[in-house]
């Protein structure tokens, strides 16, 4: 049984960083797609940032030059650095693993793209 466990969210200040860590079990990689997403109150989900085969990486527009994605294949952790944070990235953060073989990160986008998902972990960022 796949589970993934999200943690590290809480509230900073804008401009401020926040780790967040997803432990994966159950799960092989195998350089499969691996992903954030996150949703604010009255909003869709919306994909953050993904890893795929060969550690690639794909971020979001809001994203990129601010938060970096890892995978630590060893020990089954993918992890979001966040840094300068503003608050518009208030948000419930989600991690997420794709079921069917997508391996490169920016084909796999969409939140129909990924059959596992995490709990989510709230992230707050006040002004």
């Known amino acids: 049984q796949v589970q993934l466990v999200e943690s590290g969210g809480g509230s900073v200040q804008a401009g401020g960083s926040l780790r967040l860590t997803c432990a994966a079990s159950?799960?092989?990689?195998?350089?499969?797609?691996m992903g954030w997403f996150r949703q604010a109150p009255g909003k869709e989900r919306e994909v953050v940032a993904t890893?795929?085969?060969?550690?690639?990486?794909w971020y979001a527009d809001s994203a990129a030059g601010r938060f970096t994605i890892s995978l630590d294949n060893a020990k089954n952790t993918l992890s979001l650095q966040m840094n300068s944070l503003s608050p518009e990235d208030t948000a419930l953060y989600y991690c997420a693993a794709v079921t069917r073989p997508i391996w490169a990160a920016w084909a796999c986008r969409s939140p129909g793209d990924f059959g596992y998902w995490g709990q989510g972990t709230q992230v707050t960022v006040s002004s």
């Open positions: 890893i795929g085969n060969r550690d690639t990486t």
């Open positions: 159950g799960y092989t990689y195998n350089g499969r797609c």
